[in-house]
């Protein structure tokens, strides 16, 4: 994969210059997974680096991005609510320029649509276009003819992309981009392009500039990073670039995201237990509990190998807890196949649930499939296993009480008065502290719970 490295643009940075008398202001505002909420850092790191500020309101904006998210009808449906509510400010505020960006941009239907009926949108870049921002930007604004780039993969990694994080303290680390998976119901891979993962040496570099800057949690991102590796000189795989982080020195914990059971080896689970900087948490998405549906999916696994990996990791890793996403509805689901999810949901006792309807893409396999049964019943299906997670987990939460905690301390609680910290588990327990804690790490004494969360205080 060729690689190339972000250089500071100075012609661009000169057109803006001369274009405003004090510097532009940039709304970002990024939608979708971490993966997209990073590009949004990188978006907001490159316009810095070209002289604009950032703001926190679209009305005190000279430039407005929408980082777009394209995996369910939902998501998109709101970005074009949302762009579409600027029409009125882009008619009072001239030269306002008005930009969408990430996953939807990388699709030719949806460039379509904005050409044609948002002509108030200046400018369209997909997810590989980060870096060629102050370009796009500079030609707006000499030529006052709108920029719309067509979906483009480039077979190339950018390095050295400013940044500028939205925490002090939780800091996302792509170690690899796109997908090559091809899930039946997903548009990542066509929106994300083909798996390219970055060189262990630039991934060691930027992580260890984040432990010195002082961040306490690191998150890999990658769509499937258990496939981390492929294609690259050097002989490495996911657990090898654990191993490998977690030579740096420091008080850090490592998250990552996300695992595919086809791709999680023995090895990757040994490494969660021999590390301590390494969470004691699995999220390992099944999608589903039925292996025909699984099958339609494209999934690679089955529910027996599935429920192996999670026997090995609870057998290897003592109180690793895990979470999941689950897909209801996918086309020809039936009551029995949705019976196999539930009774997976109660077998592995997850500690938390991501649950989605299954939302038709159009271009993926399963877009072609018949799907006969209501939305009213899929609902009623999503009820069913809400219900159910909820009387596992929230025994589950309520039975840790009298623990004493290490947590991550990451905002204000909603009760006045109280911080919430975040559990090795992901779980978020709610106690009584001071603001100054935020960002910093406490040991806490679970108390008690409401519903998924923890109640407790901090012990000494
Ligand atoms: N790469 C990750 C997931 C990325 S998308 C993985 O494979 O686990 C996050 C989640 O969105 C998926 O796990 C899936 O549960 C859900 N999802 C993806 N496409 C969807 C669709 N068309 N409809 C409903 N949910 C979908
Ligand atoms: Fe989508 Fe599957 Fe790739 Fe995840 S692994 S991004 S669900 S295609
Ligand atoms: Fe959405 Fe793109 Fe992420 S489609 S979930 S923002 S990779």
Redesign the pocket.
């Given at each position: 994969m060729e690689k190339l490295t972000y250089t500071h643009n100075a012609d661009a940075a000169a057109v803006i210059a001369q274009t405003y008398d004090t510097p532009p202001l940039a709304y970002v505002r990024s939608y979708g997974?971490q993966q997209n909420v990073n590009d949004g850092e990188k978006t907001r790191g490159v316009l810095m680096d070209i002289g604009y500020g950032l703001c926190d309101k679209p009305e005190d904006a000279d430039l407005i991005l929408f980082n777009t998210c394209a995996?369910?009808e939902h998501a998109e449906q709101r970005v074009f609510g949302n762009v579409g509510a600027l029409k009125g400010l882009k008619e009072k505020k001239r030269g306002l320029m008005i930009g969408l960006c990430g996953c939807m941009a990388n699709q030719k239907h949806v460039v379509e649509k904005l050409r044609k009926s948002y002509p108030y949108v200046d400018l369209v870049f997909g997810v590989d276009g980060i870096d060629t921002l102050p370009q796009l930007i500079a030609q707006k604004l000499q030529k006052h003819k709108r920029v719309l780039m067509e979906p483009a993969q480039r077979p190339v990694i950018v390095e050295n992309i400013p940044i500028r994080r939205e925490s002090e303290f939780r800091a996302w680390l792509p170690i690899m981009y796109g997908?090559d998976?091809f899930?039946t119901?997903?548009?990542?891979p066509y929106v994300r392009g083909r798996e390219k993962s970055r060189k262990p040496g630039d991934i060691l570099s930027e992580f260890r500039g984040l432990v010195e800057a002082g961040y306490k949690e690191i998150t890999l991102l990658g769509?499937?990073v258990n496939s981390y590796g492929k294609g690259l000189e050097e002989q490495v795989d996911f657990a090898d670039l654990l191993n490998l982080l977690c030579t740096v020195p420091g008080d850090y914990q490592i998250r990552f995201?996300?695992?595919?059971p086809k791709d999680a080896s023995h090895k990757l689970i040994d490494t969660i237990a021999a590390q301590p900087h390494l969470c004691k948490h699995l999220h390992l998405?099944v999608?589903c509990g039925s292996d025909e549906l699984l099958k339609k999916m494209n999934r690679h696994y089955t529910i027996e190998q599935y429920l192996e990996l999670i026997e090995y990791a609870r057998k290897t890793v003592p109180g690793i807890t895990f979470s999941s996403?689950?897909?209801v509805g996918f086309p020809g689901e039936t009551e029995e196949d949705f019976q196999g999810t539930l009774e997976l949901v109660k077998k592995v006792g997850y500690m938390q649930l991501?649950t989605?309807?299954?939302?038709?893409?159009n271009g993926?396999p399963?877009a072609k499939l018949p799907d006969p049964t209501t939305h009213a019943e899929k609902a009623a299906r999503m009820d069913r296993l809400l219900k159910l997670q909820d009387s596992i987990a929230f025994p589950m939460i309520a039975a840790m009480a009298g623990q004493t905690v290490k947590v991550l301390v990451e905002a204000a609680g909603r009760t006045p008065g109280t911080l919430n910290g975040r559990l090795d588990n992901n779980l978020v327990v709610e106690f009584p502290a001071e603001e100054s804690l935020i960002g910093q790490y406490a040991n806490v004494r679970l108390t008690g719970s409401r519903a998924a969360l923890l109640v407790g205080e901090l012990a000494e």
């Open positions: 997974c995996v369910r997908c998976n899930c119901y997903c548009i990542v769509q499937n995201m996300t695992s595919h998405p999608q996403d689950i897909i991501f989605f309807i299954y939302s038709k893409r993926t399963a």
